[in-house]
């Protein structure tokens, strides 16, 4: 069965600094994965995706992320950090066969000024 | 334009009560979700609707939860005899058909079972 997993419940990193947060999937088949982020007192946003292609996939506010298929990672990165991408992130994976996305628990990503 | 929308925004409830959730997807979409989010969990899928056909109704928990979706566009979700294990925010999304990967989020309902 396919699974997403985050191993941090919680980032904290200097704005200025670099970010990643981290996530690793398990798939049977070729995975599509997604990062969805969550700010407060709002509904999901889609980031990026990573379907085929190139491994480094760029999204919105900056953000990408970087497909590993030996390491069957793709953390989300971006190269400075602003208080303002404090929010909860979502790692989540497909099967191509199927039509469901399974999500990760969530990272919650903290920005100190 | 207007993204999905769900209503109520805030639901808080009596053990044993039924109650309804609504979803509005964007115009266009046909395939829409229902998930679940209990606190500091990741989302819990629970429905999948194409049009209103649901070919995917594994996620949901126990025969308390139904959910229906008229056309291609309102979609209710009813939990039956709540439980206080329910609270939790349900969110809806939609995408259009093929583009699963590309789900819109609405704000979600949250749900509190007292």
């Known amino acids: 069965a396919q699974s997403v997993a985050q191993p941090e419940d919680q980032v904290n990193v200097a704005e200025g600094n670099p970010l990643t947060v981290k996530c690793t999937y398990s798939?049977?088949?070729?995975?599509?994965l997604f990062w969805y982020v969550q700010y407060p007192n709002r509904g999901l946003q889609f980031l990026l995706k990573?379907?085929?292609?190139?491994?480094l996939v760029k999204g919105s506010y900056g953000f990408e992320a970087e497909f590993n298929k030996s390491q069957t990672s793709f953390h989300l990165k971006k190269p400075s950090a602003l208080v303002s991408d404090s929010a909860l992130y979502f790692c989540?994976?497909?099967?191509?066969?199927?039509?469901?996305?399974?999500f990760g628990k969530g990272t919650r990503l903290h920005i100190l000024p | 334009g207007a993204g999905v929308s769900q209503s109520p925004s805030n639901k808080v409830t009596e053990k044993g009560k039924d109650v309804e959730l609504r979803c509005d997807p964007i115009?266009?979409?046909?395939?829409l979700y229902w998930y679940r989010q209990r606190l500091g969990q990741g989302l819990e899928f629970l429905i999948y609707?194409?049009?209103?056909?649901?070919?995917?109704k594994s996620g949901l928990p126990s025969d308390r939860f139904s959910a229906e979706r008229t056309g291609e566009s309102v979609s209710t979700l009813t939990i039956q005899r709540t439980q206080q294990e329910d609270s939790a925010v349900y969110l809806c999304?939609?995408?259009?058909?093929?583009?699963?990967?590309?789900?819109?989020f609405g704000p979600g309902t949250r749900l509190t079972v007292t």
């Open positions: 115009s266009g979409h046909t395939a």
């Open positions: 798939v049977s088949g070729n995975p599509y």
């Open positions: 609707f194409q049009g209103n056909s649901a070919p995917d």
């Open positions: 990573y379907i085929t292609g190139d491994n």
């Open positions: 989540a994976v497909r099967d191509i066969t199927d039509d469901k996305i399974i």
């Open positions: 999304a939609s995408s259009l058909v093929g583009r699963v990967y590309e789900q819109y």
